[in-house]
């Protein structure tokens, strides 16, 4: 079983990517091959809506992202982490989900389902987390995160949302999220 993260924070060791860190250990020791790909690092334009996918499914920018749609593609389970920045999942990891729209074509226009026909949904988990107790803080993330979800054959399940989480390394002060994630992370194999 493979397992795909992405880390959609541009600070590296942070919080989110802590927590994804966290649940990835734990798809790992539960039998899974994880993967992580950190967004900020993937030299890539956004999504120019040149249309040169509606034919094939098949994106035509050739830059970083032609290396995540095989692992999107090939994934059994999602994991996605995100802080929220300006009340959203941030730039760079909404550039990724927007240059998901040839795999948007290919599921719903050209009829080629990520799963195999009658197969459950691909698990997916979604990490987030914001500086704020601001009460909808993640409000509009789940929208979009369901939204991308969906389009991958990707269930939307668990969620683990953490408030006033601000300084690099605050996450480790908190009292049950490493554990949460890790276990998190450990039912998207388990399936317990
Ligand atoms: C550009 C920017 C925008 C932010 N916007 C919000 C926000 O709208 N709400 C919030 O609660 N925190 C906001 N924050 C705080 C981050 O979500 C918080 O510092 C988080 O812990 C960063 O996680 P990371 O270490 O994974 O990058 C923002 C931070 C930055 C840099």
């Known amino acids: 079983m493979k ?3 992405l880390a959609g924070s541009p600070r590296r060791g942070g919080n989110s990517e802590t ?3 966290r649940a990835l250990a734990g798809a790992q020791d539960a039998g899974a091959e994880v993967e992580k790909v950190v967004v900020s690092r993937l030299k890539m334009r956004g999504c120019q809506h040149c249309d040169g996918c509606v ?5 035509i920018v050739q830059d970083d992202m032609q290396s995540v749609y095989p692992k999107l593609r090939e994934m059994d389970a999602f994991v996605v982490a995100s802080p929220m920045f300006f009340m959203a999942v941030t730039a760079q990891l909404k550039a990724v ?3 998901c729209q040839c795999l948007w074509i290919a599921k719903y226009d ?3 389902s990520f799963v195999p026909e009658g197969a459950p949904k691909r698990p997916g ?3 987030a987390l914001g500086g704020t107790r601001f009460k909808h ?3 509009p993330s789940r929208v979009i995160v ?8 990707v269930a939307y399940g668990p969620e683990l949302f953490y408030r006033s989480i601000d300084k690099k390394g605050d996450i480790r002060q908190h009292p049950t999220a490493l554990d949460e994630a890790y276990a998190a992370g450990r039912r998207l194999v388990t399936g317990e």
């Not at 369901?146 to 054959?153: C, E, G």
Request: some cysteine; glycine content about 10%.
């Open 146 to 153: 369901k939204s991308i979800f969906a389009s991958l054959d």
């Open 19 to 21: 927590l994804l860190d």
């Open 110 to 112: 050209l009829g080629q």
């Open 125 to 127: 988990l979604f990490i």
């Open 55 to 59: 034919e094939t499914g098949l994106c």
């Open 97 to 99: 989900f927007d240059r």
């Open 137 to 139: 803080l993640f409000d």
């Open 3 to 5: 397992v795909l993260g």
